[in-house]
């Protein structure tokens, strides 16, 4: 009976093809996470994560090297990274398992089976590649750079509970109203209905007897809405400030003059600083470093005074675009 493949096995050929075809970092190949707290490379002096070789190969595979294909060598240690980097990507996924192990060195021979393939027949020249290339190294540079300009810049607890504390309204859940509507022709005779109202008067049966709105055969009731999502804005204005129970004035709207009545309203609940803090630090640290890099790029607009050719940009990009 053949013996079935592990589970991990499609996990990790979707992975690693995906990683290959797409230049993602699980095999260490693309641009890891900077850590703001570790010291950053140079740019022009980093070394690169894998272990392609400049030299031709021959003599006896070194004693570190797993597997050699021409100029390329996987070491050990480039191996037991990749392994490393895949843990950190893949829940479950067991580095010190035989099966693991092999079925990943598998594929990365695989796909330096057709890299070599790629740079032996040209592909690797083309000029759609050249261009990749350089568009993925100018990534980095800008990923690296941005890095150092925003080390160490983030939001504090302070800062969270001034946010918080000034913008109290944004952390409240949703209102959901329930509101029953009065529509009639002539304003006069919604101020007799109102009168009627205010004076003890049932708001359905005024509804279902004199209302001309579709709502009418439910007493006027209309299906709940959000804050923000009434019918129509003069709805949403005239219940604003109502409680439930309470009933509007007259007012206009697009089919006659109405009333409505709040039976209900839920939520509107402020969440607790503690659920919201850890979010609000994240969103202020990205506010903080983006406003730093926005003010250097214009520094450096200031000093290399970018050209634009305003007619063509009309022409090309419209005049809306946005110029430093």
Not at 19 to 38: H, I, R
């Amino acid at each position: 009976m053949k013996k079935p493949v592990p589970d991990i096995y499609g996990i990790l050929c979707l992975s690693l093809g995906l990683a290959f075809w797409s230049g993602c970092d699980l095999l260490g190949l693309g641009p890891k996470k900077q850590d703001n707290t570790q010291k950053q490379p140079d740019i022009t002096t980093a070394a690169p994560a894998t272990s392609d070789n400049t030299q031709q190969s021959s003599g006896p595979l070194p004693a570190n090297a797993l597997v050699r294909i021409g100029n390329w060598t996987l070491t050990q240690d480039d191996f037991n990274g990749r392994l490393e980097l895949l843990k950190q990507q893949l829940p479950g996924f067991k580095e010190g398992d035989p099966n693991t192990k092999s079925t990943v060195l598998d594929e990365l021979v695989r796909q330096q089976l057709l890299v070599k393939e790629a740079q032996d027949t040209g592909v690797g020249s083309t000029k759609e590649i050249k261009d990749a290339v350089d568009d993925f190294r100018k990534t980095l540079m800008v990923q690296e750079l941005a890095s150092r300009l925003t080390k160490g810049v983030l939001a504090t607890d302070d800062d969270a509970r001034a946010y918080y504390d000034a913008n109290k309204i944004k952390f409240a859940t949703p209102v959901t109203w329930d509101v029953s509507e009065i529509v009639v022709g002539d304003e006069s005779a919604a101020r007799s209905i109102l009168v009627q109202l205010l004076q003890g008067g049932d708001f359905a049966q005024a509804a279902q007897a004199q209302s001309k709105a579709p709502s009418s055969t439910q007493g006027g009731k209309l299906k709940p809405f959000t804050t923000g999502k009434a019918p129509f804005e003069a709805m949403q204005l005239a219940i604003s400030t109502l409680d439930t129970g309470g009933i509007s004035g007259v007012f206009k709207g697009p089919d006659g003059y109405y009333i409505v009545k709040v039976n209900s309203k839920t939520g509107g609940a402020i969440a607790p600083f503690s659920d919201v803090k850890k979010d609000l630090i994240y969103g202020l640290t990205l506010q903080k470093q983006q406003a730093i890099i926005l003010s250097h790029l214009k520094e450096l607009a200031d000093k290399d005074k970018p050209e634009y050719n305003k007619d063509l940009i009309e022409q090309v990009v419209g005049k809306s675009s946005a110029q430093l």
